[in-house]
């Protein structure tokens, strides 16, 4: 019967994964938002390129007594106030030359675009591998707990209830702090304490609960369905039904997460950056940057603004990319309907 | 007969002779330029002087804590015996009587000093300052394993059993008191050079006999100076008010202040702290200013920044005990390395600081220009002064050394200043071959994470202000065995740093130093250049104080013992 069901949906209409991929690639907020997290992209996995080929700089050593040439001038790179009472030392600014600092060095004198670009692959890296983690977890426990339910789900469910108990950034300050000391040994797996399995560990692990608790939700509501039923009549193993009946109906929502979190966790990761517990110098994410930045908001602001901006327009991407996904996914919408 | 007399006449003369050269000592080192205070003006009194940190510096127990922060308090709280004048240039360098009613009678070959304690004087709480409680204070510095207690009370008689049984501390032939004379001798075992700076820091302050043997952390101590400490929070504030039992007995000494109360916000960072004093919403900032500040200081508000030269160093302390900075190469590596310059330009440039390489700053006494870890010289073909570094050499040393690729951890405060220079050194770090990491933690609790053994720290960042301009001060203190306390927060030794010949020669230094300053000296200048041959520490740079007032705060008084005096600022 249950061949007979897809097959009847095969001979009537498109598949539903048919439907979704087409009305995700007609509407316009994913174009533009995959464009645009596609540029970045790009341009993170490009920053090797720049710093050594075009800036010609090592965007992780301190340069605090650098200088270059640029129209015949020598121009150093942390540059001392002679006004007044000629104190402090400023960061050279935007020269608008991609060879020289094009939007200017930070207080180590470091080339800021070249530091952008890598903290980028760090923050989008943190935040997709996290986010993987996360899902992947989320799953197992949602499917798990949801489907045998009793005992097993009381227990999974109460230790998610006290992990979401927790504020999520209380959570992960008070988990980055402990490892971020001392590493983390646990059996056969071994982080080092400036690793930056450690942000991804903690990130991942902390937003499981906001991902494994509807997906147990729905997973109990999957499993009174009529063909879980059926499944269970004919004999189906319970790994059987959970992986020919239950998952495949989770997915979609799954999916429809995935790119929030990738937002959730880059925001979360760039908040224990710039708190200093996330990834850890010389390495840069885009939080790192503004922490470093902070130090010149008066002088440079730039180096903490464009950070920032990055973050804000991966971010609005990521959900808007999300809520496209959503809306192709979610059969109760009208927008489902192809025209 | 005769020999008892000829000893007795002898002990007099050379006793004579100490009390001279100890004048001497003092007058040479302080030339009185006329910069004693004015007379206090009852009509400039009142306000709230406020004071802003981004964090507090520890406990308040003025036998324990060891910060410039808050020993700039203690000068308008506590008092000792004798003080360093309440002055603004060389002459507050100077030793005054402050409880004691006149410098002391020195006899017995510099080995007994006797001084009176003033009567009717009482501490805040309202009890009268006996003999007693100058007994108990000083036991007490060793009841509580004070920083010092080993470096400069060990030569007291009977300091060596309360160093190793602190608990039950008796000083009863080190200091002999007389209750109805109100008679203080302190008694030493050799005659101490410096003892008369020592008696005036605030470790030496007199507290109630009645405060219990252990850091009082948070809870006031009862006070004899024009404030007293009302309530103490870390993570909040210090609030000041008048000691209500104070009369000013000394004008040199500890003179009556102008605010009627001092209140020291904590948790403000110094970009909010550089603005609040320019919006006149405080008065003075503690914390180093931001370099990015800077500029706007040193030309819009020039006249409210207040540049003053410092007997003080910034200084790296390389664990002597632990990898990799057990091998002395690797020492000496680091102290090639390192581009001073470089950090200076991170603490706000090269008008706020010099490079140096020795421990003991430049115009101190038995300073030596001399620097063996810079491009073209060796410890033992040194130059006169730091130029560049030398990362080749620092390279090779670090590969002789067998320690590259070690981990190594730079422990530094949490504010920016520190932070930058740790990001600095992790980077030159990683570039002469081992793997460097930074460890930010607050600064209220940092300089003494760095001293504890049990911490396993392997360098750090900190800053040594001389506690009296002498050159035990430095290199005693700072690299002497008896500084070196494992597993204690009061270990002022931070490299662990103990070569007995170099202390056997220290000590000699410092009983010479009671006879002939300037062979002490000349003495001192040699151990500087022979320690920094064993590199226990990178010496960075001189720094220059840069005190930032708001403008509605008048009397700014610099004294470069005791830095900015609060007490004398007014508000009216």
Redesign the interface.
Known sequence: MIGLKKHTQVAFSQSPGRVSWEILNKDKRTRISFAILLLIIALAILAPIYSSFIAHTNP???S??ASFNMNGKTVQV?Q??T????????PIGPTWKFNHYFLGAD??GRDIVARILYGGRNTLFIGFVSSLLTMFFAILIGVIAGYYRGFIDNFLSRILDLIWAFPVYLLAISLSVVLL?SGLNFGFIHFG??SLALPIFIIGMVYIPYVARPLRAQVLSIRERDFVKAAIGYGAGNSNIIFTEILPNVLPSALVFFPIMVALNMLTESALSFL?IGV???SASWGTIINDG???????PLVAILPGLMIVITAAALNLYGDAVRDALDPKLNTRIIK | MYSKKNKLFKVATISLLITLVSSLILSTNVKADGNSLPAFDKSKAGGTLKLVAQSAAGTLDPKINYTAQYWQLYVATYDGLLAFKYASGPEAFKVVPDLATAMPVISNGGKTLTFTLRSGIKFSNGQPVTVNDVKASFERVFKVSGPTAGTFFNGIIGADVCLKTPATCKLDKGIVVNPSTNQVVLNLVSPDDAILYKLSTPHAAINPAATPGKDQGTTPIPTTGPYMYKSYDTNKSLILVRNPYFKEWSHDANPQGYPDQIEYDFGVTPTAAVTAVENNQVNFMFDQIPADRLPEIGTKYANQAHISQLTAMWYLPLNVNIAPFNNPKARQAINYAVDRNALIKIYGGANLATPVCSILPPNFPGHVDFCGYTKGATPQKPATSWTAPDLDLAKKLVKESGTQGQPVAVVVADDDVNKQMGVYLQSVLNAIGYKATVEAISGNIQFTYIQNTKNKVQISVTQWFQDYPAAVDFLYVLFGCASFIPNSDSSINMAGYCNKPLDDRMKAAITLGAVNPTAANAQWGQIDKDMMADAPTVPLFTPKQLDFISSGTKNYVFSPQNKMLFSQAQLK
């Not at chain 1, 006004?83 to 400023?90: A, D, E, I, K, N």
């Not at chain 1, 902070?294 to 440079?300: G, M, N, P, Q």
């Open positions: 992780f050593v301190s605090l007594d942390l001392p106030s006004q007044g009472l000629g104190l402090g030392v400023t207080s180590q000391t304490a400036g200093s850890q110098p010389p902070l130090a010149l908001l008066y002088t440079r």
